[in-house]
């Protein structure tokens, strides 16, 4: 008798979804690629603003707008500055969030639990992969925004609003640790997606669901009588890494805003594992 076979359209490898193989997929597809092309066409879109403008500016305007093309370091700054605050929050929710439902979407998701594979190990190399994508993000939109400005705009220290300056050895440290709390910022949006996308097979759901919790949370924040409690709002100290470009760092605000993110971020994260354990994967 004749051993029944895998079709092969659902034949998988013989140690499916390791690390390689998912990050092999993920950079293929093509939300990836049109995210990091949009990351590197930004500062080239930005110059051209610049180049386009009538150059029409208030000279007692205090506006760091205005110091934007004063050198690499505050070029790298200001694009960092106006991506933070959405752009990136929705790259960290795609990333993130977009992979399971994705999966489910396509109809591949049982296949991948038949293989065997463990819901755990398929939510935790998921997870990862989404992760490191996010930060990788994060590290190519500031390069690129430093190689950008020193082509265009050259090579001149860092200039804050005050007139104080950073110079290149102080600078490229405080613009590392910049990247990385924008990282650790962007945790809470990644593990809110990562806990929708467990419960939804449709991926716009996770990742809108993700960016639109961030929404209320800004609007919240902006109610003054909510007192203390807007501290413990998701992204309340998304803008504390403002203050590594001062003279002298405070880090109460760096502080609580990474303490406030990793708790977002692993208790939606555990949240996400518990739901998926529980869950009837049809698709």
Request: hydrophobic fraction near 55%; glycine fraction near 10%; aromatic fraction near 10%.
């Amino acid at each position: 008798m004749s051993t029944p076979t895998t079709p092969a359209s659902t034949r998988l490898p013989g140690r499916p979804l390791t690390l390689r193989a998912e990050t092999g997929r993920q950079l293929r597809r093509r939300r990836t690629l049109w995210t990091f092309g949009l990351l590197l066409a930004l500062p080239l879109i930005i110059v051209g603003a610049f180049a386009l403008g009538d150059g029409d500016r208030d000279a007692d305007a205090d506006r760091f707008v205005d110091l934007a093309t004063g050198g690499a370091a505050n070029f790298a700054v200001f694009t960092t500055a106006v991506s933070a605050s959405f752009l990136l929050l929705v790259v960290a929710a795609l990333f993130v969030g977009d992979s399971l439902p994705s999966e489910a979407s396509w109809s591949t998701l049982r296949y991948l639990l038949v293989a065997p594979v463990p819901r755990s190990r398929l939510l935790a190399t998921k997870l990862v992969i989404g992760l490191v994508s996010t930060a990788l993000a994060v590290v190519v939109l500031i390069g690129w925004s430093l190689l950008v400005g020193l082509v265009f705009y050259g090579a001149d220290a860092f200039t804050g609003l005050d007139g104080s300056t950073l110079e290149w050895g102080t600078f490229a440290g405080r613009i590392a640790l910049i990247a990385a709390y924008l990282v650790v910022v962007l945790l809470p949006v990644g593990a809110i997606a990562f806990c929708l996308g467990v419960r939804t097979d449709a991926p716009l759901a996770a990742v809108g669901g993700a960016v639109l919790v961030t929404i209320v949370s800004a609007i919240l924040d902006q109610i003054e009588n909510l007192g203390s409690l807007r501290n413990a709002l998701p992204l309340h100290d998304a803008s504390a890494w403002f203050g590594l470009l001062r003279q002298d760092v405070v880090w109460d605000d760096l502080v609580d805003g990474t303490l406030w993110s990793l708790v977002y971020a692993v208790g939606f994260t555990a949240l996400g594992f518990v739901l998926f354990a529980r869950k009837d994967v049809l698709s």
